[in-house]
């Protein structure tokens, strides 16, 4: 049986962790797309209270003081395109909706730029007409408002694969999402006809045979692992072109959910990476409540510049590829950011590094750094 949380709950180390991860999203979000179109929208589908019992932010209340911060550092830099800023907070408990009301009215919201839609419902029957909205600029204005749809629900229920392919052929829209693995994983081991609904909703009709496969293996690791697998199949099928998954795991080191962020923006895949980044220098992508005790604290045993020198050399070992092309395969398809491809570069041009393991740099500008025309030998 599932417990009761009250209208109001204790913040817990890994919901800091979550909340560290979208702020540091958002500014990156809202400073890009703010300063290139008219209109931003940013939906947080399941949106809580607005407090915890520890009065720290919600994540709507979060979401606001982001974007208030934001808005000061480029209004007054006049950089600002954005003249309407779009947020919506839905929750189906009444309770939670009026409380966020309350903490809403505390922070003063410039009215003329930001619309701040409060309501109470599901966020699968509430975001539709927002979707509609936007599809419906494509045809008007020829181009459509980028948006954020922050998905964080308790479990497992309230999202469905359909509509996240209908969110994502609007091409400008992301998806940050709480995938419970574990829940779900629960769910399919109690398959019956009556709770199938839910588990095809999540992984779409299609993938039925498979989870019955999945159900009956006797290791759960596995299981979870498969569960994961099929998740990021079902999303490409809805044409999800960037995936990066981020594990939160509990005291004893169980997995609590995945944060998963969904993009078809390049910008907005290494601006994602690097926000997680912050939050678990590990590089592994996964914040546990176990090795971070009372403070969020970040690990430094990996030595990226190794790992990923291994992963070029995997990729591109005796060929000359231009700066571009390791560019975008490091934003790509590793979980490294620039200054670390640069870091690694560096490292194997360098003259303690023996002349087999190094590389060598033509058609360079400048005596530095590894622009998109330059020439890069690997060894
Ligand atoms: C994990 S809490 C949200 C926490 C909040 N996003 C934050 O970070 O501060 C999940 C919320 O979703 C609400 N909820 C549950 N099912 C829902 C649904 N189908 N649609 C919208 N809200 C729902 C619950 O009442 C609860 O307040």
Redesign the pocket.
């Known amino acids: 049986m599932s417990k009761i ?1 009250p209208k109001i709950w204790p ?1 817990e180390l890994h ?1 800091k962790a ?2 560290l991860i ?1 702020k540091a999203y958002l500014q990156s979000w809202l400073a890009i797309v703010g300063q290139r179109f008219q209109k931003i929208v940013y939906v ?9 019992e520890n009065n720290e ?6 979401a606001i003081n982001t974007i208030k911060e934001v808005l000061n550092k480029l209004g007054s830099a006049r950089n600002l395109k954005s003249e309407k800023i779009e947020l919506y907070f ?4 009444g309770d ?1 909706i009026e409380s966020l009301r309350g903490e809403i009215s505390k922070t003063s919201i410039d009215g003329s730029r930001i619309k701040v839609v409060i309501e109470q ?6 975001v539709l007409p927002i979707v509609k909205g936007l599809q419906a600029e494509r045809a008007l204005y020829g181009t459509i408002s980028p948006s954020l749809f ?1 998905v ?3 479990g497992v ?3 469905s694969l359909s509509l996240i392919g209908e969110i994502f052929r609007l091409n400008s829209s992301e998806i940050f999402l ?1 995938f419970d693995v574990d829940g779900i994983d629960r769910i399919l081991r109690a398959w019956d006809e009556a709770n199938s609904h839910i588990m095809l909703a999540i992984y779409g009709d299609s993938s039925r045979e498979e989870l019955l496969k999945i159900k009956d293996l006797p290791d759960q690791n596995q299981r979870l692992k498969m569960l994961r697998d099929l998740f990021w199949v079902a999303l490409r099928n809805q044409r999800v072109g960037g995936i990066i998954p981020f594990g939160m795991f509990d005291y004893s080191q169980k997995i609590l959910y995945d944060l998963i962020f969904l993009t078809n923006v390049r910008t907005g895949f290494s601006k994602m990476k690097e926000a997680m980044w912050k939050v678990d220098d590990s590089g592994e992508f996964k914040f546990s409540d176990a090795e971070h005790g009372e403070q969020l604290r970040f690990k430094f045993t990996v030595n990226h510049e190794d790992n990923l020198w291994g992963i070029l050399m995997a990729k591109f070992h005796g060929q000359k590829v231009s700066g571009l092309a390791i560019k975008n395969f490091v934003c790509d398809k590793t979980i490294y950011l620039d200054k670390h491809k640069t870091a690694a570069l560096k490292k194997h041009e360098s003259s303690d590094i023996s002349k087999k393991d190094s590389i060598i740099v033509s058609n360079r500008i400048r005596n530095y750094g590894y622009p998109d025309q330059a020439l890069i030998q690997f060894p």
């Open positions: 949380i913040q919901t979550k909340h979208l947080d589908g399941f949106c809580g209270p607005g407090i915890y932010p919600g994540s709507p209340i979060l839905f929750d189906t408990d939670r419902g599901e966020f699968e029957e509430r922050f964080d629900p308790f229920k309230g999202f709480l």
